[in-house]
């Protein structure tokens, strides 16, 4: 088994390679396809069960200058597409056969076109989630709209739709899913253990590997982690909401660590755990994958809530669960579903007595002082009054 600096070695080399030289190597090498996604969920079972590659577009992050991507997009939206832009013009996702766009808000719909625009021969579909509080409604509905989804990876796949297929695709995401619960297990418990710079780049080279190279890379951090004889720092424990789709630059995560916080709790790719249960294996894959998401999707700003007070509730529950001290509301400037929720989420907070903060960042965000004197700030007022100036 590896090392603990080798493995996050290599997962650090995935995520600072903006070429996905991973990716382009796999489909060299096995003479398959791969299919692109964006945050925040899609269905990757489906492109796995016909035997392409789901490869997770996050965007350039502070490591990619944007010059022609500026060209497209208004100045006041999120970074997230305009990155991803200058990723497709400048060739960089070239091995890309399809791509997906979930719906997570207006500007990835609109992204979907431009991307129609740009590579007019290049397979893209919006995939829009069920929003309706009948489940079984909304299962038929999902269901349809993977059935297509199937049917057309399948065709630019070159192979027949093979339910037994997708069942083992199911249940290899199911494994995908329980080790990162593992790894959040044991970030939550032992985080002194778990830093989630660490953390974060081992879910971050899931979103290029293989299913399985991720699981095995998962389980022997995991393993190292827990042999590490550290001992714990006189930090608070916070959690971080809002960051579920343009993803926080590496230096915000750890300067909110460095600023005396330990993270127990985020939603930073939020779309690899999205599924709270695992997918029932046998009958119908399609309605069982349905089925699941529309019962156990974690709730979340790119689902409608249907209970009243729903969203108030949702943030006590969550610091409960973890054991936390804390809330740090972190979202991308300009993202909507963020910030249109975050009013309901800090109520529920401030209700319930939590101590919070809030600000906005972005994904090229070079200078991190302000966070780190504000996260350190907060975490004092935590250890003094608990939160109470």
């Given at each position: 088994?590896?090392?603990?600096?080798?493995?996050?070695?290599?997962?650090?080399?995935?995520?600072?390679?903006?070429?996905?030289?991973?990716?382009?190597?796999?489909?060299?090498?096995?003479?398959?396809?791969?299919?692109?996604?964006l945050?925040?969920?899609?269905?990757r079972?489906?492109?796995?069960?016909?035997?392409?590659?789901?490869?997770?577009?996050?965007?350039?992050?502070?490591?990619?200058?944007?010059?022609?991507?500026?060209?497209?997009?208004?100045?006041?939206?999120?970074?997230?597409?305009?990155?991803?832009?200058?990723?497709?013009?400048?060739?960089?996702?070239?091995?890309?056969?399809?791509?997906?766009?979930?719906?997570?808000?207006?500007?990835?719909?609109?992204?979907?076109?431009?991307?129609?625009?740009l590579?007019?021969?290049?397979?893209?579909?919006?995939?829009?989630?069920?929003?309706?509080?009948?489940?079984?409604?909304?299962?038929?509905?999902?269901?349809?709209?993977?059935?297509?989804?199937?049917?057309?990876?399948?065709?630019?796949?070159?192979?027949?739709?093979?339910?037994?297929?997708?069942?083992r695709?199911?249940?290899?995401?199911?494994?995908?899913?329980?080790v990162?619960?593992?790894?959040?297990?044991?970030?939550?418990?032992?985080?002194?253990?778990?830093?989630t710079?660490?953390?974060?780049?081992?879910?971050?080279?899931?979103?290029?590997?293989?299913?399985?190279?991720?699981?095995?890379?998962?389980?022997?951090?995991?393993?190292?982690?827990?042999?590490?004889?550290?001992?714990?720092?006189?930090?608070?424990?916070?959690?971080?909401?809002?960051?579920?789709?343009?993803?926080?630059?590496?230096?915000?995560?750890?300067?909110?660590?460095?600023?005396?916080?330990?993270?127990?709790?985020?939603?930073?790719l939020?779309?690899n755990?999205?599924?709270?249960?695992?997918?029932?294996?046998?009958?119908?894959?399609?309605?069982?994958l349905?089925?699941t998401f529309?019962?156990?999707?974690?709730?979340?700003?790119?689902l409608?809530e249907?209970?009243?007070?729903?969203?108030?509730k949702?943030?006590?529950?969550?610091?409960?669960?973890?054991?936390?001290?804390?809330?740090?509301?972190?979202?991308?400037?300009?993202?909507?579903?963020?910030?249109?929720?975050?009013?309901?989420?800090?109520?529920?907070?401030?209700?319930?007595?939590?101590?919070?903060?809030?600000f906005?960042?972005?994904?090229?965000?070079?200078?991190?002082?302000?966070?780190?004197?504000?996260?350190?700030?907060?975490?004092?007022?935590?250890?003094?009054?608990?939160?109470?100036?």
């Open positions: 088994m590896n090392t603990r600096a080798e493995i996050v070695d290599r997962a650090r080399a995935l995520y600072e390679d903006l070429d996905f030289g991973s990716v382009k190597e796999w489909c060299a090498t096995t003479g398959r396809k791969a299919v692109g996604y945050p925040v969920y899609a269905p079972e489906i492109i796995h069960a016909v035997g392409m590659l789901p490869v997770g577009v996050q965007g350039g992050g502070d490591r990619l200058e944007i010059i022609r991507g500026d060209a497209f997009y208004q100045s006041y939206i999120c970074h997230l597409p305009r990155s991803v832009v200058e990723l497709l013009q400048s060739g960089r996702l070239d091995m890309l056969s399809g791509m997906l766009f979930p719906s997570t808000c207006d500007v990835i719909r609109n992204l979907s076109g431009m991307w129609r625009i590579r007019p021969g290049l397979y893209t579909r919006y995939c829009d989630v069920p929003q309706v509080p009948e489940a079984g409604t909304g299962a038929k509905f999902w269901r349809r709209e993977l059935e297509t989804l199937l049917d057309d990876l399948a065709k630019l796949a070159g192979v027949t739709p093979d339910p037994a297929s997708l069942s695709s199911n249940a290899l995401y199911n494994e995908v899913r329980d990162i619960g593992a790894l959040y297990r044991a970030r939550r418990d032992t985080p002194w253990k778990l830093p710079e660490e953390l974060y780049l081992i879910l971050r080279a899931g979103e290029v590997l293989p299913p399985e190279d991720f699981i095995q890379m998962a389980r022997d951090y995991l393993a190292v982690t827990a042999a590490d004889d550290a001992r714990p720092r006189d930090r608070v424990r916070v959690i971080v909401v809002g960051a579920f789709c343009e993803q926080p630059p590496l230096g915000l995560i750890k300067t909110i660590e460095r600023a005396g916080c330990y993270i127990v709790d985020d939603d930073f939020l779309g755990r999205l599924l709270t249960a695992p997918v029932p294996i046998g009958g119908d894959p399609l309605t069982a349905a089925d529309v019962r156990h999707a974690m709730p979340s700003s790119i409608y249907h209970a009243p007070d729903g969203k108030k949702l943030i006590p529950a969550r610091v409960a669960a973890a054991r936390a001290d804390g809330v740090i509301f972190a979202a991308p400037s300009f993202c909507d579903p963020a910030l249109l929720d975050r009013p309901m989420l800090r109520a529920g907070a401030e209700a319930a007595n939590i101590p919070c903060i809030a906005q960042y972005s994904e090229n965000t070079g200078q991190f002082q302000q966070f780190r004197e504000q996260a350190g700030t907060f975490s004092d007022s935590i250890k003094l009054w608990g939160g109470q100036a």
